[in-house]
């Protein structure tokens, strides 16, 4: 009888060790489940990347070649260094205002040549440019929604980007579009593009 009674005990306190096991589990806060994506989270994941690669490249050109732009070839006309930040800059400045509907700022207009204000000149002024431009896009962004993405929008810096999700999409186009052009350039400097150093080569035989 002892012997049983022990056992009984044992049992006991065994399933009320498991009840308690259970309740801690159940009393745990679940983990949160990952947020659906959203037009504005996608978004803000595409400038993202657009914004680490491009501010990535105007940080790695020297000052003294901000004035770099190519001659042995037809580039006749073609922008500099510091002029494809600032177009790039300014361009942002004009579709991100505008998804905003908000005025660009002082001293900023838009023309598809524009290069941004003749005052800002130095690499520090220009890259710090850049990165407002860049800002004002994640601003910008988070306020794009199912119900407003297509929705047009009145005073489009251009007429065929009327929409809020074309001004967004095409804004990380085109910034990647002028990447291209600057990495062409920072290479010519003998600069590796922050974005490729350590990758593997693309063409390890070199042909």
Do not use: W
């Amino acid at each position: 009888m002892k012997r049983a009674a022990g056992f009984l005990v044992v049992a006991m306190l065994g399933m009320s060790g498991a009840a308690a096991t259970a309740l801690g589990q159940q009393t745990t806060p679940m983990k949160k489940a990952a947020a659906a994506p959203t037009i504005a989270s996608v978004m803000q994941s595409q400038l993202g990347i657009v914004e680490h690669e491009f501010v990535g490249a105007a940080e790695a050109m020297p000052e003294d070649k901000y004035d770099f732009g190519p001659t042995n070839g037809e580039f006749k006309g073609v922008r500099t260094f510091a002029q494809e930040v600032k177009h790039v800059a300014t361009v942002n400045f004009a579709y991100y205002s505008a998804i905003l509907g908000q005025p660009m700022p002082p001293g900023v207009t838009f023309s598809e040549a524009a290069n941004g204000p003749d005052s800002i000149q130095t690499k520090e002024q220009i890259v710090k440019y850049l990165q407002d431009s860049f800002a004002l896009g994640h601003k910008a962004f988070a306020t794009i929604t199912m119900r407003n993405a297509v929705t047009p929008i009145e005073h489009p810096p251009l007429p065929f980007f009327n929409t809020r999700l074309a001004l967004a999409s095409f804004g990380c186009t085109h910034a990647f579009d002028h990447y291209g052009q600057m990495v062409e350039y920072l290479r010519m400097n003998g600069i590796i593009p922050p974005a490729s150093q350590g990758a593997p080569p693309a063409n390890p035989s070199g042909k």
